[in-house]
């Protein structure tokens, strides 16, 4: 199973928006994260990066 962790901006602790991420999707131009347990975040912002090697997603958010 390959979960990963979302961040705001850039991947530092304090910008981490969720963990254990299984499925990114887009509503209404917003993305929205889905976690294991199947909670929702939605997002205003653009994908910058999706490493699925480490498991780590960027989100440039304004």
Known sequence: MCL???YKNEQTP???ICKFVSN???DNGKIVLTDILGE???IEGKLSTVDLVKNVV???CA
Do not use: P, T, Y
């Open 58 to 60: 960027v989100i440039q």
């Open 24 to 26: 990114i999707g887009f």
């Open 40 to 42: 929702n975040i939605a």
């Open 14 to 16: 304090e910008n981490l």
């Open 4 to 6: 990963a962790a979302a």
